[in-house]
């Protein structure tokens, strides 16, 4: 379990931390839970065929639905994070 949680804490400091400038605690504090929704929720895996620890693997597109796609794009903590999304 600690090999996990540095390379959690790892990818923490590089995505976030090294780009963000916090003030104080409840600053830290929000910008980590923003950052463990991204990481659970958005952020894409290797090691999970590309898909988020907390979803379920989606199926693969044919070319036809790859060409009307319309992704937006929402930024978190100020452009630090971003989501993409289907619209609807």
Same mark, same amino acid.
């Given at each position: ?25 409840? @600053? *830290?504090?929000?910008?980590? =839970? ?10 894409? /895996?290797? &090691? ?19 060409? @009307? *796609?319309?992704?937006?794009? =929402? ?10 999304? /289907?619209? &609807?």
């Amino acid at each position: 379990m600690n090999a996990i949680m540095e390379r959690w804490v790892q990818t923490c400091r590089h995505e976030l931390l090294d780009h963000t400038l916090i003030w104080n605690e409840r @600053h *830290l504090r929000h910008a980590l =839970r923003q950052f463990e929704l991204h990481y659970n929720l958005h952020r894409p /895996h290797q &090691a999970m065929h590309q898909t988020a620890p907390l979803r379920a693997v989606p199926e693969p597109l044919t070319p036809a639905q790859i060409s @009307h *796609l319309d992704v937006r794009r =929402r930024d978190r903590l100020d452009g630090v994070l971003h989501k993409y999304q /289907h619209a &609807a």
